[in-house]
């Protein structure tokens, strides 16, 4: 038995095929055409097939976290004894060429808690909303923060660690917004999830969606410095 994973990404592979190991599964990934979806391929039996399937979706993730790239599944078919590839129409990326080489990918991802956070980020990058971007990447904050204090805490704590994003911080500071935990939580996090408390993100203000686009910079930062630091994820192939 096969099963046939469809997906697309905004970086392209460098090989027409390529194969690698993800949790001791054999995977074969099968490089699109411009116009065409990739297919990944993983040879399993009916008693492995949805913990097959979900290495090749975890595999996916890293592959969003090793190349900082957006990764989108599709489609999936499982076939009795042929690696048929499916189809679907595919996101209409203007792929960056030949940025995926799997020569030397190991996988980075082992414990419940790393493979979580990847699927999470996976989600984030690839997704057009910013708002789920902003949520998903505070969520991975999350994993080891239980308390909304925690996660506020946490993001004091290591605000001085950003490289990318400091212009956005000291953009917020400037606006006389000193304590970024509070106001990344309540007026990012909160405000996203809630409707029913002050202050609500209106989905069509302008300023809403202008505030939350410049915090998604920082919140993506710091939840790449929690997978790094806080779970011990190496984010480099070689």
């Known amino acids: 038995m096969w099963i046939n994973i469809g997906f697309d990404s905004s970086k392209d592979f460098s090989k027409s095929s390529s ?22 391929f993983i040879e399993t039996n009916k008693n492995h097939k949805e ?11 890293e592959l969003a976290w090793l190349y900082n790239c957006k990764i989108i599944y599709l489609t999936s078919a499982f076939s009795s004894d042929t690696k048929l590839p499916v189809d679907a129409p595919n996101q209409g990326f203007n792929r960056i060429l030949n940025v995926i080489n799997l020569k030397y990918y190991k996988q980075v991802a082992f414990n ?36 909304g204090s925690d996660q ?22 400037n606006n006389e917004i000193s304590n970024i935990g509070k106001h990344l939580y309540e007026s990012g996090r909160c405000a996203i999830a ?5 202050p609500v993100v209106d989905a069509n203000k302008f300023q809403d969606i202008q505030r939350i686009s410049s915090d998604t910079f920082i919140i993506k930062e710091l939840a ?12 480099k192939v070689y």
Not at 125 to 131: A, C
Not at 194 to 198: D, L, M, R, V
Not at 224 to 235: G, M, T, Y
């Open 51 to 61: 913990k097959d399937f979900e290495a090749g979706l975890r595999f996916l993730s």
């Open 224 to 235: 790449e410095i929690f997978i790094k630091e806080e779970l011990n994820v190496k984010d």
């Open 19 to 40: 194969f690698i190991e993800y949790d001791n599964i054999k995977i074969e990934i099968k490089k699109g055409e411009e116009d065409s979806i990739h297919n990944l």
């Open 152 to 173: 506020k805490e946490w993001i004091n704590n290591n605000i001085k660690k950003l490289k990318n994003s400091k212009t956005k911080v000291k953009k917020l500071k």
């Open 112 to 147: 419940d808690e790393q493979k979580l956070a990847l699927g999470i980020y996976k989600e984030g990058i690839s997704s057009n909303s910013i708002f789920y971007k902003f949520l998903s990447f505070f969520k991975i904050i999350n994993i080891k923060n239980g308390t």
């Open 194 to 198: 809630h409707a029913n408390t002050q």
